[in-house]
Nanobody, 125 residues
Framework: VQLQASGGGLVQAGGSLRLSCAAS????????MGWFRQAPGKEREFVAG????????YYADSVKGRFTISRDSAKNTVYLQMNSLKPEDTAVYYC???????????????????WGQGTQVTVSS
């Protein structure tokens, strides 16, 4: 199983980025997908998640209204569109896959079996 995250970079506050995570080696439709982030000196935190059937999405309060998670089953890819970026969004962003038979999005990292390598997002003020 491999999750390949991309799309990070340096952007000014107020700008936008779109992260992508291409999954291989798994049956994509069997997994809920999530994005997490970790800033220096802080714990990894949940950012957004999407259920396996597209029925549910869930966002951390800190990104609600600014970030949008989506998935393309034909491409085995999950996306995170990030708008109105703030300096406090600076972190390494990780995608992760949660094997589940339900349409519930879980926020705890321990529920996710597979993780991408991370992509750096830096927002300058």
């Amino acid at each position: 199983v491999q999750l390949q995250a991309s799309g990070g970079g340096l952007v000014q506050a107020g700008g936008s980025l779109r992260l992508s995570c291409a999954a291989s080696g798994l049956t994509f439709s069997y997994y809920a997908m999530g994005w997490f982030r970790q800033a220096p000196g802080k714990e990894r935190e949940f950012v957004a998640g999407i259920s396996r059937s597209l029925a549910s999405t869930y966002y951390a309060d800190s990104v609600k209204g600014r970030f949008t998670i989506s998935r393309d089953s034909a491409k085995n890819t999950v996306y995170l569109q990030m708008n109105s970026l703030k300096p406090e969004d600076t972190a390494v962003y990780y995608c992760a896959a949660n094997p589940t038979s339900s349409n519930v999005v879980v926020t705890g990292p321990r529920a996710y079996d597979y993780w991408g390598q991370g992509t750096q997002v830096t927002v300058s003020s």
